[in-house]
């Protein structure tokens, strides 16, 4: 019989690893450890209860068995590397947490621990038979919260909670059941199992009342979907769709719209008959639960989560025998068209003796026990033995979790007639169907299985065209995968205690390198502060460019206010521009004239390069001022000025604001087809004089003598 040995250090602490305070120079030795409850939860596995062994040794002496029990959860670091075998690192494999009280939450065998991605609760198993302490009720769990569940907040980290009253007409008495979580639905299931006839407490001893005889067809659900609320539901099964069973496996395989469960394996033997009584099973009994429990795999149930139908369908291939105390994992490939489960160890289901202390043939005939790992390919339903063992490290009451795309962890066990199991901890790789010497949690390939792995798009002939549709049906969810793990390592200090580190910047749960994260969000700080800047450098060159705009505008108002101060001199008020005419010796009108800067009986007068500069208006060196009532006046006709003789029509004259070169003429903006007609009206308007400077310009405005 081999033995796992480990050294404890003098002051060894119980969060160190599976150890307790001993003496100095004393060692502890693993041998087995059968039917723990496990779970799964993102970078940890969570390990509870069973039935380990342990051996305690003095310093020379003779070891001696460890029956105290110990209020202890364990868990396995995924984050760590570690050497397959009877290594010495052992304590840093496995890790210790306490547990609250044995009254609030008392060591179980063949429990139950259901999870999600953020707590897991323990359900049913056989409690201690004890008179020394109170046990809790039959609608009591326990949980354990781990991450925050939103919107329900994380009050305690890593806190314990006790559920005492489950709901759906569900009691925790059921032990050895097939059970499964789905993390992607907020779901777990409990499939079948052992209880007793009144559905009450169980234990593992034989006392009647608590006694474990009897085969459960019950299908129990829990939804985690809200922290501290999980609802729970107790459905029964027809026997003639679902044969009961204990010592099963169930796993849930992405397809369909809320997945689907595959029942296979299991014994018609309840856990009870001879665990703890010692009956001895006749070789015919024995040899009729072998041919039940051979029916769990050549024929597997598939049940639908949605549609809460079950279906049976018959298998071909390289089919096992019958199977119980197995573990069992399932994996896709990447295109999503084939799902493999994979089984490992397990025993006929017959017999029990490594559980009652007898030998592999204690009842006068052999118990075998596996180290074979055979695989289920859907759709096809073909099995193939993908890896034969040794019988030195068959086992079965182990648990296995996949760890990797191509990996999957194989804890604890016990091995034939109740030896122990050499190797505690195995990884087998799924690629290569081989188990490996180490694990490195870096390590994480494409599932990709060999061609030794047979797989068939179809089976034979389906049990049922729904099967077939959900078969045929992807799932619509997403599967949140936290492997690769990044490496975490630990160096020893001068105390002897250990400290831990990162030594990798590997992967995140979600698959990118660890440096991506932090990578991403400094570049897109760096873009929020480039585009900040070119905000403000815009606006300032937008507000320097009104700058700009307002300076020209002031120096054209500037401009404009001189303009219309000449006009004001030459009585022009805003867009009312009198016309302003000239008549020639005749006294008739003229629209053109030497020097100045109008051109045409049509074209506007335009203010002069010097406006103090007056043109001569005729050779009489008269010129006119209109009235000051500012009316609309015609000039008058040839042959006086005082309205005498015929009225001609004056041409309308505007002023052009427009800059001009002297000299320049301007092409008129009006037409010469637009005439506008004035007259003088004004009879007190009286030729005056040619002015010689600027102080003999009289202003329009000016008051009449």
Known sequence: MKLITIVLPALA?????????????????????????????????????GAPTRYLTAAGGIP?????????????????????????????????????SR??????????????????LLYGGLMVDTDSQELPSDTWALARDLFEHKPVPLSEPDSWRAIQT???????????????????????????????????????????????????????????????????RNTTIDSADVAPRTAGEIVWVPMGKKGALVALGGSVMPYNDTASTGTKISTADNSDFEDEGAKFMSEVNVYDVDKAAWFTQPTSGDIPPATAEFCTAVAS???????????????????????????????????????????????????????????????????????????????????????????FVRVFDMNTNKFASSYDPTVNAKY????????????????DGDLEALMADRYPGTVKNYWPFPKLTETSRSDGSDSTSSTTT?????????YVPPLLGAILGLLVIITILCGVL???????????????????????????????????????????????DDHTHRGDFEGSTAVGGSTPAYERADPMQISEADASGQIYELPDNHGRSELPAPGGIMGMGRRESAKRVTIDDRPQEMGQVPQSPTSPTEPVRRELVDADVQPRRVPEGPEDIVSPMSPRA
Request: glycine share 10%.
């Open 538 to 584: 815009f606006w300032l060159r937008r507000r320097k460019r009104n700058m700009r705009r307002l300076q020209s505008d002031s120096a054209a108002s500037t401009v404009v206010k001189k303009r219309q101060t000449w006009s004001w001199l030459m009585g022009t008020y805003g867009d009312e521009k009198p016309d302003v005419g000239f008549l020639d």
């Open 64 to 100: 001696k068995p460890d029956t105290v029990p110990r209020q202890e959860v364990y868990y396995i670091e995924l984050n760590r590397n570690f050497t397959i075998g009877n290594n010495p690192n052992f304590t840093q494999v496995i890790k210790s947490s306490p547990k609250p």
């Open 333 to 423: 490939t990447t295109d999503g068209n084939t799902h493999n489960i994979y089984a490992y160890g397990g025993f006929s289901g017959v017999a029990r003796a490594g559980y009652s202390g007898q030998s592999a043939t204690g009842n006068g005939f052999a118990v075998p026990v596996y180290d074979t790992v055979y695989v289920l390919s859907l759709p096809g339903f073909v099995w193939t033995k993908a890896y034969e063992g040794e019988t030195a490290n068959a086992r079965r009451g182990h648990r296995c979790h996949r760890v990797a795309d191509n990996q999957l962890m194989v804890v604890g066990g016990v091995g034939a007639g109740g030896d122990c199991v050499p190797e």
């Open 506 to 514: 590997n992967t995140t749960s979600n698959g990118l390198p660890n």
């Open 166 to 232: 489950m709901d759906g007409d569900v009691t925790r008495g059921i032990a050895a059941g097939a059970y499964v979580s789905v993390p992607s639905e907020n779901l777990a299931f409990v499939l079948g199992g052992s209880r007793n006839k009144d559905w009450n407490e169980v234990r593992t001893l034989a006392r009647p009342a608590n006694r474990a005889g009897e085969l459960s067809n019950q299908l129990i659900s829990a939804d985690l979907s809200t922290m501290g609320s999980e609802k729970f």
């Open 103 to 120: 009254n609030m939450g008392p060591n179980v065998e063949n429990g139950h621990l259901l999870s999600n991605d953020y707590e897991f």
């Open 13 to 49: 602490l119980v969060n160190a690893g599976p150890l307790q305070k001993r003496a100095d120079g004393e060692t502890e030795t693993w041998c087995s450890w059968g039917r723990p409850q496990s779970a799964l939860v993102r970078n940890k596995i969570w390990i509870d209860g």
């Open 448 to 463: 990709d299985p060999p061609s030794a792995i047979a797989s068939a798009s179809k089976p034979d002939k389906w049990a």
